[in-house]
Structure formats: C-alpha cells, structure tokens
C-alpha cells in the first residue's frame, strides 16, 4: 500500500495504531536472529516528507541487507515501518505539530536489531538525509515553574562563509572546524570585539556539521546541576554554546566567576564524555582575562581571535562575496558587520548576516 492511498479515515484512533505496532514489534523479537535484541531511538528534524523518508530508509535497507527480503508499509497517516527480515526494524513517527506551518517535520526514529545493525542503519539514515537535516538549538530559560526550554532551528540566512572573511585560519574555515571535531578535546573559545563574525561562524560550524546545541543566556540555569546533566546524558545535542560569556569566563581568582568549576568538570573532567563539544563566544580581547585551566591543552581545542580585517583583508573578503568596490584604504580596520553593510543602497540580499538574528 502507497502513502497516497492510505486514508486518514483508516486510521482514526490512537489505539489502531499503537495496536499494529505492538505487534511488529511483539513478531520481530521472537522471530529476530540476534542473539541480543537492542533498540535506539534518536530524533530527525528535516523538511522532507513522510514519502521520501520512507523510501531512502528502506533504500538504506536494501543496501545494507541485499540478500535479505526488505518490506514496510505506512501505519497511518504520519507513521511507517521498514523491515530487513528478521535482521531490523524501523518504524518512524513524524510527531510535528508545526509541520502545517513551518513545513518542519519532527521524525521519532526507533531501530531495533543486532546492535552493530541498528548503529549501521543510523549512521546510514543520517548520512543520506544530512541534505535536509536541520540543526535544532535548544534554548534554556527560567520561568515560575523552574528550568524550560524551546527549541528553535537554524538556518543559513543566505549565508556563504569565505575562507576571506577569517584569514587567521591559515589551513581554511572548513579544515579548521572538522580538526575540531576530530579532536577529543571539548572546548572551543571563540573571542573578539563585536562584529567580527564570531556567532556567523559558529552558526556556519552547525549548519556545516549537522550538531544540535544547547544554550542559554541566564546564569540561574547555569548554576543548576540538572542543566549539565541534561548536556551531557542527551544523545540529541552533542554541543552546548555560551554566548556573551565574558564574566563566566573570567579568572577565579578574581572571586566573582562561581560557574567555572563546573564548566571546567564538564570539559575534561571525571564525568567527561565523548564527542559533546563546548563552545564560548567572548567580547573579551585579552587571553590572560580567561581563567586558565579552561585553556588548558587536552581540554581546549584552541582558543581563537576575532579581529577586524586590514584594509588588504577587507578587499580581499569584499571581493571574495561579490561586493561592489570601495575604497578600503579610507580606515585603517574593518569589522565583517561593517564590511557588509557599506551603504544603505545595497540590496539586501546580497548582504552579509551576522549573528543568529
């Protein structure tokens, strides 16, 4: 049966629903051939249709399992199951109640299997949809009932990082960041006066490598444990971002930074774990005004500075985005906010976003 043959009218109780897929699932663990059945759910938030996931996943399954009989079939209107044999099974449920309007779905994906299978199958399904994935930032705040979050996605705002635009990375933007993510350590501090580009690029460094971060910018959900918890314990946000993040960088010695220690236990700590990032965006311009254990080899990537462009960086950056000509000798620095914002008769689509706004 085809998606666009199924009838939501067939499928008008929770209860039908839940009732088929207790029996897939009650069918594929007697008859599955692992000695050891594992499940792993893990979310997808994308713009692709219930149709073309369906397809791709089942694709997947046909790649990774070819000699095996691969078959699935729609639940319902937002639900569907792929099934390899008695090797895996699939299900998806696009739980989004913003799809109608943002066009987002929201997929909840459940693989059960030998476990080298199901980590095959994800890493599969996130490879063939990485086009179309969509990075989700989890924003944290107080409200009178205690900790709360909403979680929003982001996107590139027509944006097109040049290597230009930060010519202090001698080895390219995009070699930089997957260093970064190839490297065990946690931290990265991105600092520098306002508008040279520090939130752009860390926005091009989501975008580019799929992360869903945490944030917030109140330092009560800071001080909370459950906060560092809920990092480190959840497989869906593998980085967590402090912006603006001057005072909780500062020296302890100074006495008013009480949030260090945990940034500093989190990092490289003795409840450190592997592959979540930590990464400082820091008007501060002098390194001696970070406490130094945070900068601490093993435990910080690297510490970069944003600066402004010289007057040769800034043609080279303006020529790079396609930016009319001026005369870049009249001062002796530039930002990238002020570079791309020479003028106001400049089209604004041809101008450079900055900052996650």
């Known amino acids: 049966m085809l998606r666009n043959q ?4 067939s499928f008008n109780t929770e209860g039908h629903s839940h009732a088929v897929v207790s029996n897939l699932n009650h069918k594929f663990w007697q008859e599955c051939t692992a000695t050891e059945v594992v499940s792993v759910r893990f979310e997808l938030d994308t713009k692709g249709t219930e149709l073309e996931m369906f397809h791709k996943i089942k694709q997947v399954c046909l790649n990774l399992f070819p000699q095996t009989l691969t078959q699935g079939n729609f639940i319902g209107s937002s639900e569907f199951y792929v099934q390899a044999g008695n090797l895996v099974l699939v299900q998806v449920r696009n739980g989004s109640y913003r799809k109608n309007r943002s066009g987002i779905c929201e997929y909840a994906i459940d693989i059960m299997g030998d476990e080298v299978n199901v980590h095959a199958v994800r890493a599969q399904i996130e490879h063939i949809m990485r086009d179309k994935k969509l990075v989700k930032i989890s924003w944290h705040y107080l409200t009178n009932r205690g900790t709360d979050s909403a979680s929003l996605h982001v996107t590139g705002l027509n944006q097109h990082i040049r290597d230009e635009y930060y010519p202090w990375f001698k080895q390219g933007v995009a070699e930089f960041i997957k260093s970064y993510f190839d490297n065990p350590a946690a931290v990265l501090v991105l600092y520098g006066p306002p508008g040279t580009g520090k939130t752009s690029f860390l926005r091009h460094l989501l975008l580019t490598q799929g992360v869903n971060a945490m944030v917030t910018y109140d330092d009560k959900v800071l001080n909370k444990d459950e906060f560092f918890v809920n990092y ?3 497989e869906d946000h593998d980085a967590l971002i402090v912006e603006d993040a001057d005072v ?8 008013e930074n009480t949030l260090m220690s945990k ?9 450190k774990i592997m592959n979540k990032k930590m990464i400082f965006t820091t008007n501060i311009t002098q390194l001696n005004k970070i406490d130094a254990a945070l900068l ?7 510490a970069v500075e944003f600066r402004e462009l010289t007057p040769v960086e800034a043609a080279c950056a303006a020529q790079a985005a396609g930016q009319p000509e001026q005369d870049w000798d009249s001062q002796r620095a530039w930002s990238l906010a002020q570079l791309f914002n020479v003028g106001e008769q400049s089209s604004p689509t041809n101008r450079f976003r900055m900052g996650f706004s």
């Open 296 to 302: 601490r080899p093993g435990r910080c990537f690297d």
């Open 248 to 255: 909780f960088l500062a020296p302890r010695e100074d006495g």
């Open 263 to 271: 940034f500093l236990n989190v990092s490289d700590g003795l409840i």
């Open 6 to 9: 199924i009838l939501d009218t």
């Open 232 to 234: 480190l314990t959840d």
